[in-house]
C-alpha cells in the first residue's frame, strides 16, 4: 500500500455521562451537523427509559446496544466464477458501530410522534431481545450459520 493508515480520530466523552460510546451514538444519530439536537434526543430518550423500567438508563441502553451487536457477518467472496458468502469475524470496533446503526436505522422506521419516543421504544425493545434491531442481528447469526461449510474459502 502506497498511503498510510489515517489516524485514529481522539472522541471525546459526552457531558452528561461522560462516555465516549455515547458521543460515538449521538455523532451517528445527528444529521446535518446538529450535535446539540442530537444530545437533546438521546437524553430524552434515556430519560423515557428510566421513568418506564424503573432502572438506571444509561444501563438500560449499553444492554441494549449488546444485544443488537452482531459477532459474525457474511462476506461475499467470489470463487472460480461462484460467489460464496462467507462467514467472518467482525472486528470489536466495526461490531459496536454496525450495533449503533441498526439502532438509529429501526428507531427512526418506527411511528411514532418523535426521535425521542421512537429510539426510547427500540432501546426498551432491544433490552427485552425483541424489536427490528435486535431481529437482524439474529438474521446476520443465522445467514452465517446457514454458510458455515465455506468458511473454508475465509481470507
Known amino acids: 500500500m502506497r498511503k498510510s493508515k489515517p489516524k485514529k ?4 466523552p ?11 451514538f449521538v455523532n451517528n444519530m445527528m444529521e446535518r451537523g446538529k450535535k446539540n439536537h442530537a444530545y437533546e434526543i438521546f437524553y430524552d430518550a434515556i430519560d ?8 438506571d438508563g444509561l444501563e438500560v441502553w ?4 449488546a444485544n443488537v451487536t452482531p459477532n459474525v457477518e457474511v ?13 467472518s469475524e467482525i472486528r470489536p470496533s466495526r461490531k459496536q458501530s454496525i450495533g449503533m446503526k441498526n439502532m ?7 411511528h411514532e410522534k418523535s426521535m425521542a419516543n421512537k429510539l426510547a421504544s427500540e432501546i426498551m425493545a432491544a433490552y427485552k431481545e425483541e424489536g427490528s434491531a435486535f431481529k437482524k442481528k439474529e ?3 443465522r445467514m452465517a450459520e446457514a454458510n458455515k461449510a465455506f468458511s473454508h474459502f475465509r481470507f
Open 75 to 87: 462476506r461475499s467472496r467470489r470463487i472460480g466464477g461462484a460467489t460464496f458468502q462467507i462467514p
Open 9 to 12: 480520530r481522539i472522541i471525546l
Open 104 to 110: 438509529i436505522l429501526f428507531a427512526r422506521k418506527r
Open 48 to 55: 423515557m427509559v428510566t421513568e418506564k423500567i424503573k432502572e
Open 139 to 141: 438474521d446476520t447469526h
Open 14 to 24: 459526552d457531558p452528561r455521562f461522560n462516555e465516549t460510546v455515547v458521543t460515538k
Open 62 to 65: 449499553k444492554k441494549a446496544l
